[in-house]
């Protein structure tokens, strides 16, 4: 049977707690990672500072990673496993999909292109009707149009994350005159105007697939109280015994004919009703987590790829709830509401996972931190020189 461990494993273009998840969550399996990604940024943490990295290549653009990853990669005997963190890159393989099959282990849906397709949104929602999972009536209209069927109020959103500026074009509208307003401050060309859903909580499901959908596994779900001061900035996880709304996913997974990790998310109203928002193709952003209740997703779907089968029984899931905080973001939040401070101090104590820091794996937080600090002193100065 072939070795997991004579495989390379290799980040295509990521950085961030996204991809830190990642590398951390191989390296606890004695897995060492190699990162492709583009030209350092002061306003993303370093991956590269990582224990777990063992070789880092920087490129001026998407597609000189493409172009890095053929040059040090295409050779291997046994294929390199690749993970995607965000859709620039995925858009960027997935145009020569066909031709890197042979080469590579990647996330597909089976032909080249066929990722690309699945990152409109107006096509996932498609797809999720034809399942029964409840969507927010939606229309696609050219900026400067108004909505014909859509009721207000109406939120603006890209056709997909690699247009106009993505979550900047999201703007929530009470009227036609506030869009009309809004696509002033818009940049993408076509929108997706879609009803605005007066929410609760978001809720989240990972999972990983193979062979198109053939077998999917499922992690713990995450409830997000984002409008709830109470609840602070916790994501709250728990296991998912809802068996319906899982077939309905599984569902959506098949039709997409989709191979690899994946993170469906919904939208909560005020009566229970989910609604569906996206999935992203790709390891979501908050995915360390899963590691803790013992569903360490990028090892389970790279060793279930290579084997062909998801053997359930080796996985050790704990029947917990938990809570995980993205230590950073509250940060920024409590600077802008000193109030919020001890607050965040209690939250950071509390809560069982954090996405910088690592006991296992501390320098990476250690210079996010470090480099949060120095952007925000050069800001201040900078407001200071100005009026000297």
Known sequence: MDNLYSHKFIIFGGDGINALGIVRSLGEMGIQSNVIRLTPSEHIPPIETSKYVTNVWYAKNPEEVLTILLENFSNEIEKPILFFTDELHTEVYDKHYDQLKEKFISYNAGHSGELIKLLNKAYQCQLA????????????????????????????????????????????????????????NIAADRLQIEEYIDSTNEVDLKGFSIGGGE???????????????????????????????????????????????????????????????????????YNYNHTYEGINLPYLWAKS?????????????????????????????????????????????????????????????????SKFFLRKIRNVLRKVLRHA
Request: aromatic share 14%; hydrophobic share 35%.
């Open 305 to 369: 790829t290579i084997e062909g089968n998801i053997n359930t029984q080796d996985i050790q899931v704990k029947n917990i709830n938990y809570t995980a905080l993205c230590e950073l973001t509250s940060f920024g939040d409590a600077l802008r509401h000193p109030k919020k401070i001890l607050n965040w101090i209690r939250e950071i104590r509390t809560a069982d996972v954090l996405y910088y820091y690592n006991k296992k794996d501390k320098y990476p937080c250690f210079v996010t931190w």
């Open 215 to 285: 077998q999917i596994f499922f992690t713990h779900l995450k409830r997000w109280h984002y409008k709830d001061s109470s609840k602070g900035h916790f994501m709250y996880f728990e296991p998912c015994i809802d068996e319906e709304f899982k077939a309905r996913i599984t569902q959506l997974i098949q039709k997409a004919n989709y191979s690899g990790i994946f993170d469906a998310e919904f939208i909560q109203d005020k009566q229970g009703n989910l609604y569906f928002l996206e999935v992203n193709w790709r390891t979501g952003m």
């Open 129 to 184: 009707e034809e399942c029964g999972i409840k969507v927010p009536k939606y229309e696609i209209v050219n900026k400067g149009d108004l909505p014909k069927n859509v009721p207000y109020p109406i939120i603006t959103k890209t056709i997909t994350s690699n247009e106009g500026r993505w979550k900047q074009d999201m703007i929530v509208c009470q009227t036609p005159e506030e869009l009309q307003e809004a696509y002033k």
